[in-house]
Nanobody, 124 residues
Framework: QVQLVESGGGLVQAGGSLRLSCAAS????????MGWFRQAPGKEREFVAA????????YYANSVKGRFTISRDNAKNTVYLQMNSLKPEDTAVYYC?????????????????WGQGTQVTVSS
């Protein structure tokens, strides 16, 4: 059982930056790969970024590559998503998720645990 809590969302101007955090409960955080997903109203849930158990391997959606950075601090049981050069198209509810095994994965259906989400709004 893993509990995830996102924080750091808010309202920012286009071109600005925001850092999201995802805090995990328990002592088994390092056994999980972590991912960030987002969902805008009326749209499907979209993959954003993923990271393996050690943080040595990361994967990004083409739409955010070069602008977003995923990282993790296993000592703090926390995953981060640094978002730079934000665009109005980035507006969505952002969710963090955990997958058993430590391998980064893209499909949302393969993740075992999900947070409640945090709203990110980018104004033009």
């Amino acid at each position: 059982q893993v509990q995830l809590v996102e924080s750091g969302g808010g309202l920012v101007q286009a071109g600005g930056s925001l850092r999201l955090s995802c805090a995990a409960s328990g002592r088994t955080f390092s056994n999980y790969a972590m991912g960030w997903f987002r969902q805008a109203p009326g749209k499907e849930r979209e993959f954003v970024a993923a990271i393996n158990w050690s943080g040595g391997n990361t994967y990004y959606a083409n739409s955010v590559k070069g602008r977003f950075t995923i990282s993790r601090d296993n000592a703090k049981n926390t995953v981060y998503l640094q978002m730079n050069s934000l665009k109005p198209e980035d507006t969505a509810v952002y969710y963090c998720a955990a997958a058993r095994g430590g391998r980064p994965i893209t499909p949302a259906t393969l993740y075992d645990y999900w947070g409640q989400g945090t709203q990110v709004t980018v104004s033009s």
